[in-house]
């Protein structure tokens, strides 16, 4: 495959992004947007290659999604006083 389209399936991206091959312990991540608008924007992020390392990259950025979720909860909180927010 030489390039990816809109119509790609998500086969077709891992098969795309490889990078990895017979390197151990080796993980490619590779951050795309699919769509950008003011409206309406979509970004996915792969993860390929060494599984318990592709699998600590996954579980991080889950905790960083997270962690933002919680702190824009905290900013919308109504009658909030002094905000407690933490790194």
Known sequence: MNKLSPESTIRDCFDYFDGTEGQPGAVQVVPVTIKQQ??????????KGDHSTASVIMAELMT???ELFAYSQQAEAP???SAIITP
Not at 38 to 47: G, R, V, Y
């Open 38 to 47: 003011t409206d309406d924007t979509q970004l996915c992020i792969f993860i």
């Open 64 to 66: 960083k999604v997270d």
């Open 79 to 81: 009658d909030v006083k």
